[in-house]
């Protein structure tokens, strides 16, 4: 989807050529004056705004523009304003400037530069909506750490605000990486047991001859090497919530005894005869298919009925688009922050490299390509290379027509701002192009000046 642009000018004739030459990057709006300008923006919110301050009834004065700049921030002080002025106006841009505009293009305008300060606003407002985004859910209301704002994590969200203030079982679903341990304490913490223990454990983690014991515990003389009375993980849980990891792995002699244990609530130590009263609620995982297991006989079908009596499925990283630079700049902070490298950030190659990179180990993938990145970088930005991903995401050996423009593009202007020593001018007139066009080159293929 076009993002939003209001355009406020009470020239008609202006208004229309601006739409025809914008019109496929934005969503244009229009407006001529201060009240249907105030209705379009409150209306659709557009994160930029082109603003004429000659308005009416008093076009030759400042003032109404003045207010309509006002009025706009009133309804969202992150809008990013940019004014339009008459030659010979600069007092008044800079008056604007001074009361929340963004930035000021001088009449007749170029749409070169125009362009340029329009890809730059939204660019801007985009990081600041992701900011304002990442506070929120770091100190907001958070979920164990769970980012994301996207519609498919915000359903997960849903349930888990749903389902933790219940004592349901629940079984997590999702592939590796995708968060299920952290879902299941976000269940925890949300849940009236939040001040008992949270006791995960890993099935496929622990061999099967031991597994029962880690489960159940045991007695002294139970087994060779039971030399002392053990306790559980069921019964460490008490009170709390038992977490039980990949629970696909559990051989089918210990599946009946789980069962046992969720019917009853109750459990006997191994080696032991003594019934043990369990109070614990019990959140289950997995990455693997349980219908197909029960169909094989590898799951028993009454078990999976009392774990899933709510099921909420993680959705992988590759269908959240929208979340993957929201997770990304966080570890980037985060271990940036550890290694005491302030001042890092993605360059526009490493953003889209990081958006079409299909992630088959989900989060867990994105937090060790970036925190190697951090930890290897020797400059203040990150490239594809850093994060050891193929530039703009593409796979190797896959080039297309427009990869071999970008590649050549790229060659050109670096060659050129090498041979300028980094001055602007030099280079977009080496290669005939304007300063504002080698700027959205720059942009565009992640370069920065040397």
């Not at 079982?169 to 223990?197: C, D, F, W, Y």
């Not at 559990?250 to 005869?273: A, D, M, N, T, Y």
């Not at 994105?366 to 930890?375: D, F, G, H, Q, S």
């Not at 290669?431 to 080159?441: F, K, Q």
Request: hydrophobic fraction near 45%; include cysteine; glycine fraction near 8%.
């Amino acid at each position: 989807m076009t993002p939003p642009l209001l355009i406020v000018e009470d020239d008609e004739e202006i208004r229309t050529q601006m739409k025809w030459a914008l019109a496929k990057d934005y969503e244009v709006l229009q407006a001529e004056d201060r009240a249907t300008a105030v209705e379009a923006f409150r209306s659709a919110l557009p994160p930029v705004v082109l603003l004429d301050l000659g308005l009416p009834p008093h076009p030759g004065n400042p003032e109404e523009g003045l207010a309509t700049l006002s009025d706009l921030l009133a309804l969202d002080r992150s809008a990013k304003i940019l004014i339009l002025t008459g030659q010979g106006e600069k007092e008044i841009a800079l008056r604007a400037i001074g009361a929340g505009a963004y930035d000021f293009l001088s009449k007749p305008v170029e749409m070169d530069e125009v362009r340029f300060l329009l890809k730059r606003c939204f660019h801007v407002a985009r990081l600041e909506k992701e900011f304002r985004e990442m506070e929120q859910l770091l100190h907001g209301d958070g979920f164990e750490g769970m980012l994301g704002n996207s519609l498919a994590v915000r359903v997960v969200f849903d349930s888990i605000r749903k389902v933790a203030t219940t004592d349901a079982s629940v079984l997590i679903l999702g592939e590796s990486g995708t968060g299920k341990e952290m879902a299941a304490r976000a269940i925890h913490q949300r849940s009236p047991r939040k001040n008992g223990p949270f006791v995960a454990i890993n099935c496929c983690a622990i061999p099967e001859t031991l597994l029962e014991s880690e489960l159940f515990g045991h007695e002294k003389g139970a087994f060779t090497g039971a030399h002392t009375q053990r306790k559980g993980r069921i019964e460490m849980a008490n009170t709390g919530t038992l977490f039980l990891d990949e629970i696909g792995e559990i051989p089918l002699p210990l599946q009946v005894k789980l069962l046992r244990f969720l019917q009853e609530q109750c459990i006997e130590r191994v080696g032991g005869r003594q019934e043990i009263p369990i109070d614990v609620r019990v959140v289950a995982a997995t990455h693997a298919d349980l219908k197909k297991n029960m169909a094989a006989g590898l799951f028993r079908e009454d078990l999976y009925y009392r774990l899933a009596v709510v099921q909420i499925v993680l959705p992988p990283l590759r269908d959240r688009e929208e979340d993957i630079r929201l997770l990304a700049q966080f570890f980037l902070q985060r271990f940036a922050a550890q290694v005491n490298k302030s001042g890092l950030a993605f360059d526009g190659g490493a953003l889209r490299a990081l958006v079409r990179h299909p992630w088959p180990g989900n989060i867990r993938e994105l937090e060790n390509c970036v925190k190697r990145a951090v930890i290897m970088a020797e400059g203040k930005r990150l490239t594809a290379q850093d994060l050891e991903l193929a530039a703009a995401g593409a796979p190797a050996g896959s080039t297309t027509l427009k990869d071999a423009r970008e590649t050549v593009d790229r060659e050109m202007v670096q060659q050129a701002l090498r041979k300028s020593s980094g001055k602007i001018t030099t280079a977009a007139s080496d290669l005939g192009i304007s300063r504002p066009t080698l700027y959205e080159l720059m942009e565009k293929l992640g370069i920065v000046r040397p």
